[in-house]
């Protein structure tokens, strides 16, 4: 049998145990435990192994360090055309001072959750319905910065906020695509309108180039024909007086004179006989013998120009 000795030793030996196991504290990474002693905080342990005095000193929280997600519950917003909105986030955030997480707030994940359906009221109460839309980033940025000032008390980092979804009502969801389909309907019209206007600049431009180079032809033809019968003209001119030089010349030369009388001679008898052939009527000078009295006025009218 064990006597009482044994026993008393047992029991010893089992409290010392419990007394060791009780004392050492094995803190993980990337979290923080608060210590008490007496009820009262006295330090925060880090991780790694720390000591608590049994009895006297106790682990009241345990918290970690990293950083969490929080999904905030979802909720009905009231924009500022008094328009619903269905909006639901997450938030991220970071307990940086462990002491102030435990006695800053009796729960500050509670107190974060509902500061942060508040402060999204409040930023979305302030927007029309087109600018939540357009403006998420703002939102973002507004709530974090609200949040992060009142978490300072309650030992908490408000890292960032996401709104996961916007959803307005079902007529409000019809109304806002019936606006994008006219929207693109409009542009589409505008398009076509865009086209067929530049078509008719381009036929008016066309049509007016090929006016002006039509003119241009017109124009070029005129003056090489202006131009052509000038150089006909001038050519007839100079032919015209070179014969007449070389009729002047001729007359100079001896016998001449008797050749002029000649060509006048049958010229005067040609154009008399002409008359007859062209008319029913002949008509006769009234003294036949006058015909070498003109050929003798002529004959006088050559002389004199040649005198000349």
């Not at 729960?107 to 508040?118: D, E, F, P, R, V």
């Not at 032919?239 to 002029?260: F, S």
Request: proline share 3%; aromatic share 4%; charged share 20%.
């Amino acid at each position: 049998m064990i006597d009482t000795s044994t026993i008393v030793l047992l029991v010893v030996v089992a409290l010392a145990i419990l007394i060791v196991i009780r004392a050492i504290a094995i803190v993980p990474q990337q979290h923080a435990w608060v210590v008490e002693r007496l009820g009262k905080f006295d330090r925060v342990l880090s991780p790694g192994a720390g000591f608590v005095i049994p009895f006297i000193e106790r682990v009241s929280y345990k918290h970690s360090l990293k950083e969490i997600p929080l999904d905030v519950p979802s909720q009905v917003c009231i924009t500022r055309d008094n328009t619903q909105l269905q909006v639901d986030g997450v938030l991220y955030f970071q307990v940086t001072d462990p002491m102030r997480a435990s006695y800053g707030s009796s729960n500050y994940i509670s107190a974060i959750t509902q500061l942060a359906q508040t402060t999204l009221r409040s930023v979305i109460g302030k927007m029309e319905l087109d600018r939540t839309f357009e403006e998420r980033d703002s939102i973002n940025s507004n709530i974090v910065s609200s949040l992060d000032e009142a978490a300072l008390n309650w030992g908490v980092k408000v890292l960032r906020y996401e709104i996961k979804d916007l959803t307005p009502p079902n007529e409000i969801l019809r109304s806002m695509q019936a606006q994008i389909t006219a929207e693109r309907e409009k542009r589409a019209l505008i398009a076509a309108s865009e086209g067929r206007r530049q078509e008719q600049i381009n036929i008016a431009t066309g049509e007016r180039e090929a006016a002006i180079a039509r003119s241009e032809g017109e124009k070029q033809a005129q003056i090489n024909q202006a131009q052509g019968e000038a150089a006909a003209v001038l050519a007839i001119a100079e032919a015209t007086a070179k014969a007449i030089t070389q009729v002047a010349d001729a007359v100079r030369q001896p016998g001449g004179m008797e050749a002029v009388n000649l060509k006048v001679a049958e010229r005067y008898v040609e154009a008399f006989g002409n008359v007859a052939k062209e008319g029913n009527t002949l008509i006769l000078p009234a003294n036949l013998a006058d015909v070498g009295g003109m050929i003798a006025s002529a004959m006088t009218i050559v002389k004199s120009t040649r005198n000349s």
